[in-house]
C-alpha cells in the first residue's frame, strides 16, 4: 500500500510537471459539465425554470438574506420580492401590459432598476436596458429597435425624453416616469401607483407562455441570484474600497479602464485592507493587471471574452496575465471554432482555392470564427435581419456550414493561451 501511494503521488507530480494546468484544466472541464447537466435539467423542466423562479426559490431559503446595498439602505430578497410584486400590479393596471410585451427602461443604478426587471419577469414582459446617457435620436433608435410598447424613466431624465416625446406619442408609446406626480402632458407618473399597488404574489400562469426562446432582455451592444449585489449611482475610484469594506464585498466586475482608474489613486496604507477575492470582467491591460495585483493583493483575476450576441466565449480560469482564456478540448469540442486569416484591407476572411478559409497558425492573428449548432445558436439582432445575415459566413471548412463571425481578432501562444488583439471594420461593443 506505501508504494501504491507513492507511486499515485510521483505521477501526480509528473502530470503536475508536464502538464502545469491539467488540474486547472481539469476544474474548468468539471464546471462545463455540471453548468451543461443544470441548464439541460432546466430547458427540460415543464415549466420552464426560468431566473425569476431562481429568485423566487431564494425568496423562500433566505428571505431575510440581503439582496440590494444601496447608499446606506439594504433590501432583503423578501423585501425585493414584495416590491417587484407592487410594480408588476401597478404596470398590469395603468400600463395595460400583456405576456411578451417590452418594455424598455431608461435608468441610472438603482435598485428600482432590478425591481422593475423582476416585475416585468414576473408578468411574462421582455425588458429592453437603455443607455441612460445617450440622447435624442440616438435613444429614439435604439427605443425603436427593441419595439417597447412603454418607457419607464427616472425622474431625473425626464427631460431627456421630453427631448423625444412628440417622436414617442406618434408611435402610441406609453411614457411613465417614476415620480408621484407630473404635469408634461403625455407623460404618467409611477411612483404613486407602485405605492399603492397590493404586494400580493404574482400567479405563475402570468408568464405560463414563456419558453426559451422568449426574449428576456434586450441588450444594447456599442463598443446571481443568490448573493447580495451592491449598487452605486456612479463609479467613484476614491470610494470604491471603502465601499468594499463598508458592504464587505467578495467579488468586484469591472471592464479595463476601471482597473487602470483604481491603480492611478493615491496610494493608501489600507490598500490591501478588503474581502474581496475575486474580480471578473474584461479589457485589462497586462501591465494594469501587474499593477493591480502588486498593489491591491492577491485578488484573482477573472478576465473573459464575449458578446451579447454571440455563440461562445473564453475565460482566463489559469490566472495567465494578459489572456482571455485558453484553448480547451473539452469546450471546443462542445462550441467549435477556429482562428482563420484575415484580410484587413478587404475585410473579410482569407479563403483557399477550394474557397474555405484556412486557419491561422500558433502565434499569428486571426478571426474568431464560432460554428453555429443547435448548442450554439445565434438568435441575431433584433428586428435586423441584414445584419443578422451580415455576420453568418458559409462554407467555412466545408460545404453547407455556417459559423459565426465574431469581428474580433486573437492570437493563441505556445501554451495555448488566447489573447484578443483588435477589432475590425465597424464592429464595437
Known amino acids: 500500500m506505501f508504494w501504491y501511494i507513492i507511486s499515485a503521488i510521483l ?3 509528473a502530470i503536475r510537471l508536464r502538464f502545469p494546468y491539467f488540474i486547472k484544466e481539469a476544474k474548468y472541464a468539471s464546471r462545463i459539465a455540471r453548468a451543461m447537466y443544470r441548464t439541460t435539467k432546466y430547458l427540460r423542466s415543464r415549466p420552464v425554470y426560468m431566473l425569476v423562479d431562481r429568485f423566487l426559490d431564494s425568496v423562500q431559503k433566505n428571505p431575510h438574506k440581503a439582496f440590494i446595498r444601496f447608499q446606506d439602505k439594504t433590501y432583503s430578497y423578501a423585501q425585493s420580492d414584495k416590491q417587484s410584486n407592487k410594480v408588476a400590479r401597478s404596470l398590469l393596471k395603468h400600463a395595460n401590459l400583456h405576456e411578451g410585451d417590452t418594455v424598455a427602461l431608461l435608468l ?6 432590478l425591481w422593475i426587471w423582476l416585475a416585468l419577469a414576473k408578468i411574462g414582459c421582455s425588458a429592453a436596458l437603455l443607455n441612460h ?6 435613444l429614439l433608435h435604439c427605443f425603436t429597435c427593441c419595439g417597447a410598447n412603454a418607457l419607464i424613466a427616472g425622474a431625473e431624465l425626464q427631460d431627456v425624453v421630453e427631448e423625444v416625446l412628440p417622436a414617442l406619442r406618434e408611435q402610441g408609446i406609453s411614457v411613465y416616469v417614476l415620480t408621484d406626480h407630473v404635469t ?14 397590493s404586494d400580493e404574489p404574482i400567479p405563475a400562469d402570468m408568464r405560463a407562455s414563456v419558453t426559451v426562446t422568449s426574449p428576456a432582455v434586450y441588450i444594447y451592444t456599442s463598443g446571481t441570484t443568490g448573493a447580495t449585489v451592491v449598487l452605486r449611482n456612479k463609479f467613484s475610484s476614491s470610494q470604491f474600497w471603502d465601499d468594499c469594506r463598508k458592504y464587505n464585498v467578495t467579488v468586484i466586475q469591472y471592464i479595463g479602464e476601471t482597473m487602470r482608474y483604481l491603480c492611478n489613486t493615491p496610494k493608501r496604507v489600507s490598500d490591501q485592507v478588503h474581502n474581496v477575492r475575486m474580480a471578473i470582467g474584461n479589457g485589462i491591460r497586462p501591465e494594469v493587471w501587474r499593477t493591480f495585483i502588486k498593489r491591491f493583493g492577491n485578488v484573482e483575476i477573472k478576465e473573459f471574452y464575449g458578446s451579447t450576441e454571440g455563440t461562445l466565449g473564453f475565460v482566463n480560469y489559469a490566472g495567465k496575465i494578459g489572456a482571455v482564456g485558453r484553448v ?6 462542445i462550441y467549435p471554432y477556429a482562428f482563420v486569416k484575415f484580410d484587413q484591407e478587404k475585410e473579410e476572411p482569407v479563403r483557399n482555392a477550394d474557397g474555405f478559409c484556412v486557419e491561422v497558425a500558433r502565434g499569428e492573428t486571426g478571426l474568431l470564427v464560432s460554428k453555429i449548432t443547435k448548442k450554439a445558436q445565434f438568435a441575431g439582432y433584433a428586428r435586423d435581419p441584414k445584419q443578422t445575415e451580415k455576420k453568418k459566413l458559409c462554407d467555412v471548412f466545408e460545404k453547407g456550414d455556417v ?13 495555448d493561451f ?12
Open 184 to 197: 408634461t402632458e403625455g407623460m404618467i407618473s409611477l411612483t404613486d401607483k407602485i405605492t399603492q399597488a
Open 403 to 415: 459559423y459565426f463571425n465574431s469581428g474580433d481578432l486573437f492570437r493563441t501562444d505556445s501554451e
Open 418 to 429: 488566447i489573447y484578443f488583439q483588435d477589432r475590425v471594420g465597424d464592429t464595437f461593443r
Open 108 to 113: 441610472g443604478n438603482e435598485p428600482m432598476f
Open 133 to 138: 446617457n445617450i440622447r435624442s435620436k440616438s
Open 11 to 13: 505521477l501526480l507530480f
Open 328 to 333: 480547451n478540448f473539452f469546450h471546443k469540442g
